[in-house]
């Protein structure tokens, strides 16, 4: 991906000895090793890796998701795990989007409704600009239909949308080219593309695809819960 997109919402994103541990039983799976990196600000970072390396454990630990068991997330030098219940709330709400493979649209709101529904959570009516951004990724006409009555990639354009209605500094997409083929998939990542080169955002997306992986300005591999240069 060539050129970087200027005037990113964030100073400074880094993770510093990131642990995670899941227990079943006796049993321990340690998913991430003590992970350290200092994401490239305005600029899109993929990370690939197999399914179960970890990639959306660390994507939900920068997103204020999951906490970590060890180890610091700092956003503009702050601590974002010792903001509190409230600062982490307002963090997800105000300063990132979250694109998911599933979609998570509500089923019985419309497009329209899904996208707004980030600004509504915080107290703001955004219908103006939801019918904006629903526009600008290329449903303008499909604002009233369910997600039921929308196609795959249709349903992931209304996530993306509804991920930039609060202005987030920071994007996060897990595997949003997941569930859909091919054309569908390029299509949404090609828009996601587009958008991010103008709006200027810190982004980070993991994939298992090679192909997709191959579009950030900077390419990590997560395995054995550690991430290195790719």
Do not use: W
Not at 30 to 45: A, E, I, K, S, Y
Not at 65 to 73: H, N
């Amino acid at each position: 991906m060539s050129g970087a997109p200027q005037n990113a919402g964030i100073a400074s994103l880094e993770v510093e000895g990131v642990e995670r541990v899941f227990r079943a039983g006796a049993r321990e799976v340690h998913v991430l090793r003590g992970v350290t990196h200092r994401f490239d600000v305005g600029r899109l970072t993929t990370i690939q890796g197999a399914s179960g390396s970890g990639k959306s454990t660390l994507l939900h630990i920068i997103g204020g998701l999951d906490r970590p068991d060890a180890g610091s997330v700092r956003v503009d030098g702050s601590n974002l795990y010792a903001t509190g219940r409230d600062g982490l709330a307002r963090y997800r709400n105000r300063r990132v989007g979250m694109i998911f493979q599933a979609y998570h649209l509500m089923p019985d709101l419309t497009a329209l409704e899904n996208v707004a529904l980030p600004g509504l959570i915080g107290g703001r009516v955004e219908t103006g600009r939801a019918r904006e951004l629903l526009a600008a990724v290329g449903l303008g006409d499909r604002a009233t239909h369910l997600p039921g009555e929308l196609s795959g990639g249709e349903q992931q354009r209304v996530a993306i949308a509804r991920a930039l209605i609060n202005e987030p500094d920071l994007l996060l997409a897990d595997e949003p080219t997941g569930n859909l083929d091919s054309a569908a998939g390029a299509s949404v990542l090609e828009l996601m593309l587009d958008l991010l080169s103008r709006r200027g955002l810190t982004a980070v997306l993991v994939t298992h695809d090679a192909g997709v992986a191959s579009k950030g300005h900077r390419r990590l591999r997560l395995a054995d819960g550690l991430l290195c240069e790719e």
